[in-house]
Structure formats: structure tokens, C-alpha cells
């Protein structure tokens, strides 16, 4: 007969076992220290956000010496119904257009020179023979005087 000889018993599977835990390890302390380089990110950012389109956030008004109030704005977004919806369809937002008012009882005028198409809404099922909207960038009072003529007679544009 054959004596065995005496040996250690033997431990499969925990090499792997060592090697799985060291890896989990290190996957939590690599997620541990992204977590912290977000934090601090977070932090020096500050909490406002930029807008969605990537854009800085713009800057605060400038505040008046004499009243502590902020200046007027010199741009402004105006919305305006153009009598000839067709036309409103030939624009795109970053054109430049002449605002006209055609009345009824004298020659056409010209409300606005060189303005800035903002944004051409998509138009309304329910409005009729209303015409369309475009939004435009221009002074106050530009804008102003666009209101008050668009509410008595009809407006047209050309493109510049």
C-alpha cells in the first residue's frame, strides 16, 4: 500500500475571490471620488444654470445712478400679426424686414426699419383671415409704435 503524504488542504476559489473583491473596491472608490470632483464642481459653479442652448446667462442691467432703478432695455421682443400670412411663411428667424402700415386713408408708412425676425410662430388653426405672427427684435419704442398701429390698420413687411 501506498501511504499519501500529508499535505495543506487546498483552497480553490479564493484567489478569485480576492481579485473580485479588490476590483469592486476600486470600482467604489473610483465612483467615491468622481462623486466628490462632481461636488465640488457643483459647488464653484455656483447655483444658477445656463440656459438650455449653452448659452451664458445674460448679465444684470446695468442700475441707474439717479433712481437705483435698472436702465430700459434697448431691445425687445414684439410680437406683431402681419396681415399677409404668406408672407410670415417666407421669413426665418435672423432676417431683417421693413414693417409697414397700410391705411385705408393716406399713403403706407414705415413703423420699423431693418428689424430682427426673433421667431416665426408656427400659425394658428383658429385664427382666419387674422393674418400671422412674427416676433421681432427691436427698440421700445419701436415696439411700442408696432402695438398701437398693429391693433387700427393692417402691417406688411419687406425683406431687406
Known sequence: ?????????????????????????????????LAVAAAALAAAAGTEAQASRGAPPPPPPPVTAAAGRAAPVPMVSAPVRIADPATV?????????????????????????????????????GVGDGGALVVLSVPRDTARALVGAGSVTRLAVTLC
Open 1 to 33: 500500500m501506498h501511504v499519501v503524504p500529508a499535505f495543506a488542504p487546498l483552497r480553490v476559489g479564493r484567489s478569485g475571490d480576492r481579485l473580485r473583491r479588490a476590483v469592486r473596491r476600486r470600482r467604489r472608490a473610483v465612483g467615491a471620488g
Open 89 to 125: 411663411r417666407l421669413l426665418r428667424p435672423g432676417d431683417r424686414v421693413d414693417v409697414v402700415a397700410a391705411e385705408r386713408d393716406g399713403p403706407p408708412r414705415v413703423l420699423a426699419e431693418g428689424a430682427r425676425v426673433a421667431e416665426v410662430p408656427v400659425a394658428d388653426k
